[in-house]
């Protein structure tokens, strides 16, 4: 079955940090696009970072650029979402997204095809 699980969720004080993992089974995420996604209670899901299969392309949105790096660990076959300076705007639900290289825009955040079920970040004192 092919999946992918997000983990490293949590409660987190303004200014504080947190690393977000997505691991795959049944697929190896080297060869895919991988996207992290966001989405607030009330507010419509947000495409936030994007590494190509590659990790010689990455975006990130606007909201998050210079807080926010995405990363590859082919060794642990991983991808990895560093959150820096969270601010409680960025709660959220945080997903990741895997697509074929010929199917994904990366900086469109669309064309993925394999997606996990998200872990929550709560940024509040």
């Known amino acids: 079955q092919l999946q992918l699980v997000e983990s490293g969720g949590g409660l987190v004080q303004p200014g504080g940090s947190l690393r977000l993992s997505c691991a795959a089974s049944?697929?190896?995420?080297?060869?895919?696009?991988v996207a992290w996604f966001r989405q607030a209670p009330g507010r419509a899901r947000e495409g936030i970072s994007c590494v190509s299969a590659s990790g010689g392309y990455i975006h990130y949105a606007d909201s998050v650029k210079g807080r926010f790096a995405i990363s590859r660990d082919s060794a642990a076959k991983k991808v990895y979402l560093q959150m820096n300076s969270l601010e409680p705007e960025d709660t959220a639900v945080y997903s990741c997204?895997?697509?074929?290289?010929?199917?994904?825009?990366?900086?469109?955040?669309?064309?993925?095809?394999?997606w996990g079920k998200g872990t929550p970040v709560t940024v509040s004192a």
């Open positions: 997204a895997a697509g074929g290289t010929s199917t994904v825009s990366c900086a469109g955040y669309y064309g993925f095809d394999y």
């Open positions: 049944g697929f190896n995420l080297d060869y895919y696009h």
